[in-house]
């Protein structure tokens, strides 16, 4: 099969607004090869990812996403790694170009699946899917109150698991962040599982992460999750030295295989999170999977968006047993819940798992695309590059 | 001073080939703040670099460049550096972010530096501007008397260093590669500075690049610049422990400080390469180098463009007197060469230096912008959102 045609669709709800929700927006993909089609998604800046896809060569390794995909044989899992090496060295400069491939690869990996009839996990060597422990993925409220309201909304929606991020923890004191991490743990009971994600607030200032070990602990959190820039490595591991208890958690904002893996060599971190819609697709979140096992080290999705992000985030590791946990936007924008027409839905024991249908198993919703879906034009010297 | 308006200037050749020369287009930025005007350059993709600026926002930590920067105070390089920590966290997730906010932040320096009637460098803390080493940066010849000839033409240009980089190393055989090198060698003669750049041919393959070190050594190759990924550390100092006598050069791929500062900690390169058009301007570039002066690595800038952006890339270490050589575009093309009226020139010993001058010191040729620009058209949702 010859890749004939690459869509993007720009999905975005009427509002956006300045909270750390992902699911406000979407860029979702579709490719056709063969009379076959595939859906994936780009994780942020859909303007950004298509211009990627379109734009004019500036050299030989900076070259647009779509030099390296239009018209390529995809008949094997091998075939998507040779385009993604391919970008990789002609598309070196495009700084953009892994957020553009992935979603572009996540449909390569759907393609194929509904092809040959399998899930993209055994396509990935998986013999089986195992069941996952959906963890609320939620941002924290504004006070105490309202996360100690929050977090008790999850546990009678009947979540085991619960990360609370962003708002206002790392902005103020010491003893306001302890009150929001108590609240959270309140609010969730005793048996919970507690997850704790500061988004980046402390940038590379261990002291200020250090200051907030105690709380942690005592809140009986079992990850503090990005206490620092991406790819600050060393204070991630300085951290981690000073936290036998508290695990470190990162990876989202890797964009290759190789700055996963060296959060995990270099940064120490007890889990590692990636996002297949930033770091290339699932390709790279498998290699990071393996990685992660040779290093003790537990994978862990990361996902802030629709239930085909989901779903293509939990195949790379579908088949760990021992890697259960996995992030699960709890109350994403109707753009980002009714892009599928399925869900991964909890069972009765409250564990979802990846559908066991072909190719990544999700159902794209057409009247979702009509209904949010935003017109983009891109023109340079005159001629129209996008849409193409 | 407020920042009143950031205009971008998409300059290119009217053909653009897939050699690897990044002088054949351009993304020129002009920044005007309470009447005065800088400039900078972006480093590669034009037009995905002025999506970043202009993007609707996908959510909190994804906004556009824009939304950091205009209206914002400058009047101080603590405003610079306040401006990058809020793009920092803002367009956390917005992948391009760096490579367009470079430019504006060059631009930010050299306004600073025309209000104040000092070079940037001075800003920058350096009490003088030390002369640099040009070293003759281009590409092999597709054979090696092609390399051969273009070697004897740097030395009778006067050159004492230069580089060759791309073309067919390694991409044929270990004995191919070598008469490559020697050729350089030989054309260059006995004395000059020999610097070879692979351009990441090697992915993380540490036995192929270490199988090309006795020809490298027998050459006298002062450098051998990125065998790997940008971020492939291991690799590298895999590699540099086995290469005694050839120094490991990187770090061009940097598109923040924490990349450069771990391809040394962790990488073990004898020579940091950054290319200020990416990492995010000058103020990081400087951190950079304090970094590589405190633990003994060489700093060296990335520049394959203008003079504008190659003045951009000395002044972060303009007043490190032992960090000598310095990369010299050397046959750019007339969209990067005709960019600038002024140019740094060798002296009678062969050495440049950046302008003893306000700012940057460089004179924008507005011929040039009106010859070589393109016109540029976005528009999402029937807005335009460039030209602004």
Redesign the interface.
């Known amino acids: 099969m010859k890749i004939e045609q690459v869509d993007f669709f ?1 999905l ?1 709800m009427p509002e ?7 699911s ?2 979407a860029l979702l993909v579709r490719v056709e090869a063969g009379g076959h089609v595939g859906w994936g998604e780009c ?6 990812s ?3 896809f ?10 647009p996403v779509s030099a390296s995909v239009l018209g390529q044989t995809i008949d094997s899992p091998a075939d998507i790694a040779r385009i993604a ?1 391919t970008i ?2 002609d598309s ?5 170009a ?2 553009t491939w992935s979603g572009i690869e996540m449909a390569l990996w759907d393609l194929l699946g509904r092809v040959r009839g399998e899930p993209v996990w055994k396509l990935l060597g998986y013999n089986r899917s195992e069941k996952k422990t959906p963890y609320a993925s939620q941002l924290f409220g504004d006070t105490p109150q309202e996360t100690l309201r929050l977090a008790g909304n999850v546990r009678r929606d009947g979540f085991t698991a619960a990360k609370f991020g ?1 708002g206002p923890v790392g902005r103020g004191s010491v003893g306001a962040d302890a009150d929001q991490f108590m609240a959270a743990r309140e609010g969730l009971g005793p048996d919970g599982i507690l997850l704790i994600d500061v ?3 402390w ?2 200032d261990v002291d200020a992460a250090a200051a907030r070990l105690p709380a942690l602990e005592e809140a009986g959190a079992v990850w503090l999750e990005e206490p620092f ?6 204070a991630y591991s300085m951290l981690a030295a000073r936290s036998p208890r508290v695990k470190l958690a990162g990876g989202e ?1 890797a ?2 295989v ?2 996963a ?2 959060l995990i ?2 940064g120490a971190v007890g889990f590692v999170q990636i996002d297949c819609g ?1 770091i290339g697709g699932i390709g790279p979140a498998k290699k990071v999977a393996d990685h992660a096992v040779a290093r003790g080290v537990t994978y862990v999705n990361h996902t802030f968006t629709s239930h085909l992000a989901l779903s293509a985030s939990i195949q790379p590791y579908a088949g760990l047993a021992e890697h259960r946990i996995c992030e699960y936007p709890v109350s994403p924008k109707p753009v980002a819940h009714e892009m599928t027409c399925n869900h991964l839905q909890r069972d009765e024991n409250g564990q979802i798992a990846v559908p066991d249908a072909p190719g990544l198993g999700m159902e794209i919703n057409p009247e979702t695309i009509r209904t949010f879906s ?9 001629v129209t ?1 996008f849409p193409q």
């Open positions: 720009y975005a956006i607004t300045t909270a750390g929700d992902g406000q927006d994780e942020a800046s859909p303007l950004v298509i211009a990627a379109v734009c004019p060569m500036s050299h030989g390794a900076c070259r090496a990789e060295l070196m400069d495009l700084l953009q892994a957020h962003w988004g980046q607030i940038g590379e820039r991406a790819s600050a490595y060393a904002g964009h290759n190789d700055m893996r060296n060599d270099f930033r935003l017109d983009v034009e891109l023109k340079v010297a005159g590059l």
